[in-house]
Every structure is written in structure tokens, then in C-alpha cells.
């Protein structure tokens, strides 16, 4: 199944709900639809440590397999790095180590996204 073929909001909603599952925190969705071309949505969540980091990068991409047969087009960064992005085409997932989250303020950058639940 191509990503275009799958509700984009699903999509976001099942990632963040597999990086809950890994105890993940403070998830948000953000709407960029209206703002950019780069992607539909962003995840964005926070993490207390470098092995749930991994933890969770590896829930989400178990959960996007098992529901859209869906693989990352690319994913950057890395553990040590304390912020991994999974590109899966409409939807973006940023996982950050809390005080990364904070530094790069994604929330603040795309302020005009409206938040959805």
C-alpha cells in the first residue's frame, strides 16, 4: 500500500500511539497541510533516555510495517545524537531526548500548525 492510498492523520495517530506504547511523552501532532509541502504531519515526541530513544524509533517503524506496510523513506540522526527523524513520505516523526526537544523548539518553529488529536 502506497502512502498516498492511506489516511495521512491515521498514519500520524498510529506512530504516536506505538511511541506512547514505548512510554514516550508529551506527543504532538502538528497540521503543516496548509503551511508547506514537506509533509502533511509532524509527530513530534519526547524521550528520558538514549535506549528508549531506540525503543521507540523501533516501535514506530514495527507499527507503520503492521498497519501500512509502510518502511521510512530515510531516517536521520541517531541515539547519541539525542533527536531521530523517520520520513514516511506525508508524515514525519521527530524523537527527541527531552532537553533536544526543548532546545530546537519544533512547536515554535511551526507555530502556525494547528495541533490535532
Known amino acids: 500500500m502506497s502512502a498516498a492510498a492511506v489516511d495521512t492523520l491515521k ?3 498510529v506512530a504516536r500511539d ?3 506504547d514505548k512510554k514516550a511523552t508529551d506527543p504532538v501532532i502538528l ?4 503551511l508547506t509541502s514537506i509533509a502533511d504531519y509532524f509527530v ?3 524521550v528520558q533516555s538514549q535506549p528508549q530513544l531506540k525503543a521507540v ?3 514506530v517503524r514495527t507499527a507503520m510495517k503492521d498497519e501500512f506496510n509502510l518502511k521510512p523513506e530515510a531516517v536521520d540522526g ?3 545524537s539525542q533527536w531521530i527523524v523517520a520520513d514516511y513520505g506525508d508524515i514525519m516523526v521527530h524523537i527527541f531526548h ?3 526537544r526543548a532546545r530546537y523548539d519544533l512547536e515554535q518553529v511551526w507555530g502556525d ?3 490535532v488529536d
Open 11 to 13: 498514519m500520524a495517530r
Open 18 to 20: 506505538a511511541a506512547e
Open 31 to 34: 497540521d503543516l497541510r496548509t
Open 44 to 46: 513530534i515526541l519526547s
Open 57 to 59: 524509533v523501533s516501535g
Open 78 to 80: 541517531a541515539a547519541a
Open 98 to 100: 527531552q532537553d533536544m
Open 113 to 115: 500548525a494547528p495541533r
